[in-house]
């Protein structure tokens, strides 16, 4: 196949808002969550969404797994709409996507041992049962993990390694197309470079296709080659990883550059701000600034 | 002359067989008035258990199992809890991470910013919503009279920081501790409050005890840097020296974990292992498991600060 693996055509995401009076009397207001978003990923791509809360960045991944459906648009698997494909419930398409969660404890059933999670994921991939725990190990050790973790619960491990075994699972069904959202966000900085060298490494070795939602623009920059940067629920940027991050042209873009912290080469001698931090300072919430933007 | 000094704090948890598990284990650091001081270490690290034991927060099972705190001349651990009270929000106020949970979501603002003013000033309601109002505009809410009116749920998150740190500062504190402010925010407003404890520290003379898990964000505002693993200091100094020539493996390591919008691309340096766990301390050095530059007597024995008072570093072999 030569098309890309994933496209969206003009989706649009919205939510109904306001309370139950107001629906009933019809004064209902919709949130747009994603507004006439395309955009096309090809097979291999490690593709990075930045975007702060509410710019839709999770609401894409939704989509994109079929968790969510649109409003109006289309999600496209390998040129077939999602929409059709997901008549089939546990069709082979769920194969094909496969998921990583931000909350790696609400990810995984505290009741069931690390290698049970992982061959009751490999039984739905139709794995014999013989060779389902042989497997098991193997991803383990796939996502850098021993074999005395199988017998384990979740709550006996620690936060990077239930993000591991959550990476094995989505592993374990040999997907097309793996979606992480804000897989580190919630790790210290010392585990997190584990888990971005671990995902560097199987892009590379099983030539997956990765999409990577984070809000953190220096692990973006490490780990992909395509960057989409995300506001209010619209692309405002994309293209090549280090080419926008460089040289990014939107002043979103640039806004959310000058936040990163930067240690003592960030100081600023009092009276000095930040150029670009001063605006955002200026407006008093998020909302007022893109208002003015 | 300090502020504020920490001499061997230890904050233990009371474990099932009464036996104590200690996470803070012999702290020491001070700091001088109208200071700012950046604690870095990951979770686990006790960083936030000490300034909670600092401020006399601690919750059973937690409770600081020794060591002073020196205020004003007197040690905080021991002081009654009327004194205690009075320091905790005139002296030395709090803000923490969550600024959702930190309101109470049925009280104004404007209530919740006064009822501080009054507990520590003799005012009237009046001069009260007066000094509240200052306090908002202070911390750059707009429209602040009108604003005391507002109740939490009305703010965005990014303001709900703003007004716990005006709550913080309406009392004139002379110490500021902010126990990680922005992690529960996004990036642009996390600089944006970055900025504004700066400006307050610069402005008002307040001493700031800044915690987080990242030393770049600290580094950007603070003079020190306090640098904690597995409930010890391991290495603290003055901030250009703790980014520009870190003495301590961990410190290195730490620094050197976090990715960059500049320069090459490439893997990046990991830690590997895990910090360690509540209980299962090494006898040594805590980072030792962990540590590429580990040898013979690290494991065993728990090497002491060395150094002078204001560059001091707990490592077998330094760099």
Redo the contacts between chains.
């Keep these: 196949m030569t098309g890309p693996l994933l496209s969206l055509r003009n989706v649009t995401k919205s939510f109904p808002q306001g309370g139950l009076v107001d629906r009933l009397l019809g004064r209902e207001t919709r949130f747009v969550a994603l507004d006439d978003v395309s955009l096309e990923i090809a097979r291999g791509d490690v593709v990075g969404i930045v975007g702060e809360s509410g710019s839709g960045k999770s609401t894409l991944a939704n989509l994109a797994v079929g968790l969510a459906r649109p409003s109006s648009g289309e999600v496209l698997l390998d040129g077939e709409p999602l929409s059709a494909l997901m008549r089939d419930h546990g069709g082979p398409w769920r194969r094909r996507i496969q998921m990583v969660f931000q909350d790696s404890s609400s990810a995984l059933n505290p009741r069931k041992t690390i290698g049970r999670c992982l061959t009751e994921t490999l039984a739905l991939r139709g794995v014999p049962r013989v060779e389902r725990g042989q497997e098991a190990l193997a991803l383990l050790t796939l996502v850098g993990l021993g074999p005395e973790m199988a017998p384990r619960l979740p709550h006996e491990l620690s936060g990077g390694q239930r993000q591991r075994v959550g990476l094995a699972r989505a592993l374990a069904m040999q997907p097309d197309l793996l979606i992480a959202d804000e897989p580190v966000s919630s790790l210290d900085v010392s585990l997190q470079a584990q888990v971005i060298n671990l995902l560097s490494r199987l892009t590379r070795e099983l030539g997956l296709t990765l999409l990577f939602i984070s809000h953190d623009l220096a692990l973006v920059r490490t780990l992909c080659t395509r960057i989409i940067v995300m506001r209010k629920g619209e692309i405002v940027e994309q293209g090549a990883c280090l080419d926008v991050l460089d040289q990014p042209t939107h002043p979103y873009t640039k806004l959310l550059i000058a936040a990163v912290p930067k240690g003592i080469a960030g100081r600023r001698s009092p009276g000095q701000p930040d150029a670009m931090r001063a605006a955002a300072a200026t407006s008093q919430t998020r909302d007022e600034f893109h208002g003015a933007a | 002359m300090s502020l504020l000094s920490i001499e061997g704090l230890r904050v233990g948890f009371r474990g099932a067989n009464g036996g104590v598990i200690e996470a803070v284990r012999g702290v020491d650091f001070a700091i001088a008035p109208g200071e700012a001081v950046g604690i870095v270490g990951?979770?686990g690290s006790g960083k936030s258990l000490s300034m909670l034991a600092v401020m006399r927060l601690l919750a059973s099972p937690a409770r600081a199992t020794g060591g002073r705190v020196i205020f004003d001349g007197a040690d905080l651990l021991q002081v009654g809890e009327a004194r205690m009270r009075a320091v905790r929000g005139r002296d030395i106020a709090m803000v923490f991470q969550d600024p959702q949970s930190s309101l109470n979501p049925a009280l104004t603002i404007g209530r919740q910013i006064t009822d501080v003013v009054r507990a520590h000033q003799q005012v009237s309601a009046g001069q009260a919503r007066r000094i509240a109002a200052e306090a908002l505009e202070r911390v750059?809410?707009?429209d602040a009279a009108r604003r005391l009116d507002a109740y939490p749920h009305e703010f965005?998150g990014?303001?709900r920081q703003r007004a716990l740190i005006a709550m913080a500062i309406a009392c004139q504190p002379r110490l500021l501790i902010a126990d990680e402010p922005t992690t529960a925010l996004?990036?642009?407003?996390?600089?944006?409050i970055?900025?504004?404890i700066?400006e307050l520290r610069?402005d008002l003379g307040i001493a700031v005890i800044f915690i987080s898990?990242?030393?770049?964000?600290v580094?950007?505002?603070v003079d020190r840097v306090v640098v904690m693993y597995g409930g010890k200091v391991v290495e603290d100094g003055p901030?250009?020296a703790i980014?520009?020539a870190p003495r301590h493996p961990y410190t290195r390591?730490?620094r050197a974990?976090?990715?960059?919008?500049v320069g090459p691309?490439g893997?990046?340096?990991?830690?590997?292992g895990?910090?360690p766990r509540l209980g299962r301390m090494p006898a040594g050095c805590p980072f030792s498991p962990r540590c590429p530059r580990a040898v013979e007597p690290c494991a065993s024995e728990m090497p002491e600060m060395v150094g002078e008072a204001s560059r001091r570093v707990a490592c077998w072999r330094p760099q």
Excluded at chain 2, 213 to 217: R, T
């Design positions: 990951e979770s750059g809410i707009r965005s990014g303001m996004d990036v642009t407003v996390q600089a944006q970055v900025d504004l700066a610069r898990h990242n030393l770049q964000l580094s950007e505002i901030v250009e980014e520009l390591l730490l974990c976090v990715p960059s919008l691309v893997p990046l340096v990991a830690i590997e895990a910090p």
